[in-house]
């Protein structure tokens, strides 16, 4: 057995063969070296599985699992925090891709405080081809250490995730397990409404740096579904308005309706770029 490092960067994947290498080589790149990296695989019927393998018989610190049957989203997200050894914690999709520095960054304040439950950084939205069509996006007023409220009232008058996704998050696997992880009723909004659970047990931190990139590609959870993401955003936030531990106020509620419509239109426009620079692509090929 080996030791047990610090951090586990985790690898849900389910037909990822397009992406996975590049995925894998971004985190293997790491700067800071003391982790380990727990690819799962949700039974793929491609070559996602063998892809994992050609970079575990390379380098020690991969470890692939597989499991026997399909799970659903929030259950392979589960199962892969719950097959992680490590107290610190990165969940990555099997399309998306870490900067060089990501973990030197997110590690060392975790480490050195103890009272923070997350730690973001901003991130990059690619295209199909790794190229940047939305740079340095994320964490709006929401840079530095923060707390609980602070971020539940930004992310309300946001209307949308001001977080971010799991890529560019770092948390703590004993809180991950505290707050009942990854929520089967929330699939649309899963990183969101984790990190505000988990920011009742701890603060944030933000980090102006650019460390993650989030693909966004034809065929993707996020592009296929915007009505069901706004409609689930909706629920949250007005969940984070009743909370008597986030103390949101009226204020903040308004300001959030009145941008809710603007990010919706955001996201719908990210999508359209990604698809027609992917049907340019094509054309090309």
């Given at each position: 057995m080996l030791p047990i490092p610090s951090v586990s960067v985790?690898?849900?994947?389910?037909?990822?063969?397009?992406?996975?290498?590049?995925?894998?080589?971004?985190?293997?790149?790491?700067?800071?070296?003391?982790?380990?990296?727990?690819?799962?695989?949700?039974?793929?019927?491609?070559?996602?599985?063998?892809?994992?393998?050609?970079f575990a018989e390379r380098d020690a610190r991969v470890r692939v699992e597989r499991n026997p049957v399909t799970l659903s989203q929030p259950d392979n997200w589960n199962r892969?925090?719950?097959?992680?050894r490590a107290p610190l914690v990165k969940v990555v999709c099997a399309d998306d891709l870490l900067h060089p520095r990501c973990l030197e960054y997110q590690v060392a304040p975790m480490d050195a405080d103890p009272g923070l439950a997350l730690v973001a950084s901003r991130r990059h939205m690619i295209d199909e081809q790794s190229r940047v069509i939305a740079p340095r996006r994320g964490l709006a007023g929401l840079t530095g250490v923060?707390?609980?409220v602070e971020v539940a009232r930004r992310v309300v008058r946001n209307g949308s995730n001001p977080i971010g996704e799991?890529?560019?998050?770092?948390?703590?696997?004993?809180?991950?397990?505290?707050?009942?992880?990854?929520?089967?009723?929330?699939?649309?909004?899963?990183?969101?409404?984790?990190?505000?659970r988990l920011l009742q047990l701890g603060d944030f931190l933000g980090l102006p740096e650019t460390l993650a990139a989030f693909r966004i590609g034809r065929g993707t959870v996020s592009s296929d579904n915007s009505a069901a993401i706004y409609e689930q955003q909706r629920t949250l936030i007005e969940e984070l308005g009743d909370s008597p531990y986030f103390q949101v106020r009226g204020v903040d509620l308004t300001v959030g309706k009145l941008f809710a419509p603007a990010g919706r239109a955001r996201r719908r426009a990210l999508f359209a770029v990604s698809k027609m620079s992917a049907g340019k692509s094509d054309s090309v090929a």
């Open positions: 985790c690898i849900p994947v389910y037909k990822g063969e397009k992406f996975l290498a590049e995925t894998i080589r971004s985190v293997l790149d790491q700067t800071y070296r003391d982790f380990e990296l727990v690819v799962l695989d949700n039974a793929s019927p491609d070559e996602s599985g063998n892809i994992a393998h050609s892969v925090v719950e097959l992680s923060r707390t609980g799991s890529n560019n998050v770092l948390f703590r696997r004993e809180d991950f397990f505290t707050v009942g992880g990854w929520r089967g009723d929330r699939t649309y909004v899963m990183d969101l409404d984790l990190w505000l």
